[in-house]
């Protein structure tokens, strides 16, 4: 490209942004203001015009979604050079340094990541180990602890741990604990990552020069949302000698991580810390018409400590932002597909460009749940995330096992899946010699073949089987394409016959389904893995510790590109720096959104912040829901609209009703024409005369409606009781 087409249709602070001579800089801007797209001009202004080698560029964003946004948005504009720049979130570039240094880093050759579901079920197994199991400690408190501890290493643990009551005693024993068989199972969570290399750079200066050499262009997205830890990472590779220049882009309304550590403050730092920093602001806004955004403006405003932009967008007042009250939560999720239905599918829009966002992973289940019944394509990001399911799960754990004999998360996951006769006794007992002798499973039970008197003939024999077949599958993988090893692990390891068996049952067709996909996965990641210079690439293991990375927040789609004709839905974190022409956020309900935590922990501003992301992501039209009453913890309450609603200014809103079409006509539609009853609708009873629907549940072969009466009285009653419907 052009150096001169770098700064086409730019405005006049976007160029200054672009085309800056080499030095630091702080670019604040407000939400879909083009920091995204101006950080990649500049990077290729600065292959271009600047001449600074595509190597020397470090290219950093916060989640998994962003960077390979970034990574495609980039390769668009710079084809030749695309494998010379670095680009990837914190925790990637940490994994391929210590892949790197392992040695250095005081780690094994083939150290595996653990996701927070693994740290959960380690942090399990100590409290049994150390006999706290009936203290009734929450796993995901000590969690909490662990990972904040990681965040502010620099706080000393005695401080941290130390506040001399008996749960930090128990807690720091936890925590030397979990080090300890982290170190022993060969294994690193996500924090430890960071903190690993951090400490690497700091120990090992001669190892840190060779990066500050490299890395002479530092450019960072979403610097709102760094932490602590990061930021003095980040300091770190900084280095006036070799005349290191760092960008960084953020916006101080769309933090939205503090609950893991992300501190504003660290824009101000950057200021006081670094050599003369320039600062840039962006306020024209190209995303939002002028309706969303004065919405997005006024809500933000509602927040008091803030760096005060104020955006503006020369784009007209667009459509008011719809706001509907449903009954309850199918109300809810039954006028979305209504509307996708009249307003995409009877009309052949593709649906790529519209999203559904919520607060909580949870409530995509019922959204789910309707949109099947409509026949509406949906995917959903997040959730029971891709690489979390059970058969994903499985796969991994033996190709975990089989790449380290010493994962004991994994060796306890697949010992008896399938099952192969080896029972809680003998995983007892091998537990037993684990703690006895400080062995991992894997060695205890070495140990128990190689001394024949712990275990019956039975056990022994399952147990030898069960070693063997790892054994082979390990020989088995030697100089194979990645894709194989995992299609023949799958087959070898007696996962498939067992999913394929029980594929009948619907549930598990999608499993075998899932599995495919896997496949899929790992031939699309070979194919878009870098070759890396330093290091023998060891895909599996590279294939593995990508996996781990990627439940931290998204999916498989992260690394399956394509887009398709369905609408997306996912949680109001994973959309941040994601833009569709069309959004609904659901269950705008106090205790929702805000979530009830943050009443107790006066973050309100956070959820405020949060509320922001969520409305700016909106490029023509939005749309907010509530219900009037909803099912939470088991039994039904009534809600109250979310404050958010309110701090809505009155002119760009405008409040609508059920959508009362019923002749929609579904592919799937059984005799029973279910579809002439939607919630809401008013229907008559002999008896009880006239009511409205505010549920429907199909059962054998019949309709069951929940019905409101006069008088508040609620009822389920057949359809066919039911005498006339409009
Ligand atoms: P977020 O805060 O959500 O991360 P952002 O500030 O990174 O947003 P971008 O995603 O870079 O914003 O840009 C938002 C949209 O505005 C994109 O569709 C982008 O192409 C468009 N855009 C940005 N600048 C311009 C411009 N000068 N002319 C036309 N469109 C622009
Ligand atoms: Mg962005």
Redesign the pocket.
Known sequence: MKNLDLLK???SK?KEVVSEIRKNLLIL?G???????VLIRRIAWLIYKENCSPKSILAVTFTNKAALELKTRIISLIKNYQNDIWIGTFHSFAYYILRIHYLEAGLTKNFQIIDNSDQKILIKRILKRLSLQNKNYSINNILKHINNFKNNFFDKKENYFYENNLYNIDLSKIYDEYQNYCKITEVIDFNELILCLYKLFLHKPNILQIYQKRFQNILIDEFQDTNDLQYRFISLLYNKFYNTKIVLVG?DD?SIYGWRGAQVKNMHRFLKDFDKVKTILLEQN??STSNILEAANKLISHNNIRLKKKLWTHKNNGRLIYIYSALNEFDEARYIAKYIYHNFIKKNIKLNNCAILYRNNSQSRILEEIMLKFCIPYKIYGGIRFFERQEIKDTLSYLRLISNYNDDNSFERIINTPKRGIGDNTLNVIKYISKKYFLTLWKSSIFLLENNQYLNTMSFNSLKKFIILIKFLKNNIKNKKLSIIIKETIINSGLWEMYNKSSLAEKNFSKINNLKELINAANYFTKISLKNENIKNNLLIDFLSQTSLLTDNNDLNNINQETNNYIQMMTIHASK?L?FSEVFIIGMEEGIFPNKISFTNKNINEERRLAYVGI?RAKKKLTLTYTKKRYLYGKEINSIPSRFINELPENCVKKVNFLKEKSICFKQNNSLNKEKYFIGQIVYHAIFGKGIILNIEIIKNNIKLQIKFKNAIIKWIMSNYIKSYI
Not at 31 to 37: E, I, P, R, V
């Open positions: 249709n730019l405005n976007q801007a939400a879909g203001s083009g920091k995204t797209l916006d769309q190209y995303r720096g833009e700016t």
